[in-house]
C-alpha cells in the first residue's frame, strides 16, 4: 500500500484531473431535468383542545368548595344536616324531608378520603345539574368506621353544599333513604 500524506481536516476532496475530464465528457450531453410539480396536501389542524380552561375549571371547582364554613361563623346548628337558601319558603325544606321530590341519582363517598370527596362532590353535582337532576342524594356515611366513630364527612359535605349557588336545600336523609348517614339534595333546575 502506498503510503499517502496525511489530509489536514476540512480541507475539500478534489478528484484527480484524468478522472474529472472523463466525468465531464461522460455528462457533456445530458440536458438538466425540468422540475416536476408537487402538490402540497394540507394536513387538518388538529382539534383543539381547550387545556387551559381545563385547568380552570378543575381549580374552580377546586377553590369553590373550600373547608371554611362561612355559615358557622356565629352560628350553632344541630347534629341534622339542614339547609334552605335564603328566600326560599320554608314548604320546601318541609317537602324535601317527606321525600316530595324522587331522588334522581347519588353518590357514595364511603371509603374516600376529604380531598377525594370533595373533588368527587364538585364533579357529581355538576353532572348532576348538567343531566337536569333536581333532586340527588349523597351518602356521606355515619362514621362507624372511623377512628373516634364520628362521621368524619358528614360537616365537610354541609360546608361544601353550602358554598354551592345551585344548591336550593338540603337536609339530613329518611331513615329508609340512609337517615344520619345520607343527605338529600335540593337542585336548582335548569
Known amino acids: 500500500m502506498p503510503h499517502s500524506k496525511p489530509r489536514e481536516k476540512n480541507l475539500p476532496v ?49 377553590d369553590s368548595l373550600s373547608d371554611h364554613d362561612p355559615w358557622s361563623d356565629g352560628f350553632e346548628t344541630g347534629d341534622e344536616l339542614c339547609f334552605l337558601r335564603p328566600g326560599l319558603p320554608q314548604n320546601v325544606l318541609k317537602k324535601l324531608r317527606r321525600g316530595h321530590w324522587v331522588i334522581q341519582d347519588e353518590l357514595d363517598l364511603h371509603g374516600l378520603t376529604r380531598v377525594e ?35 368524619v364527612l358528614k360537616q365537610k359535605v354541609r360546608i361544601w353544599l353550602m358554598q354551592r349557588e345551585e344548591i336550593l336545600a338540603f337536609c339530613q336523609a329518611r331513615p329508609v333513604d340512609g337517615g344520619s348517614g345520607a343527605v338529600i339534595v335540593l337542585l336548582k333546575g335548569l
Request: aromatic share 2%; hydrophobic share 40%; with cysteine.
Open 117 to 151: 370527596a370533595r373533588m368527587a362532590v364538585g364533579a357529581f353535582l355538576s353532572d348532576a345539574l348538567h343531566a337536569g337532576h333536581r333532586c340527588v342524594r349523597i351518602i356521606h356515611g355515619k362514621g362507624l368506621g372511623s377512628v373516634q366513630r364520628e362521621p
Open 14 to 62: 478534489t478528484p484527480p484531473d484524468n478522472e474529472l475530464a472523463v466525468f465531464r465528457a461522460a455528462v457533456a450531453d445530458v440536458i438538466p431535468a425540468s422540475p416536476v410539480p408537487r402538490v402540497l396536501h394540507h394536513r387538518p389542524k388538529p382539534p383543539a383542545i381547550p387545556i387551559q380552561t381545563r385547568r380552570d375549571e378543575k381549580q374552580v371547582l377546586v
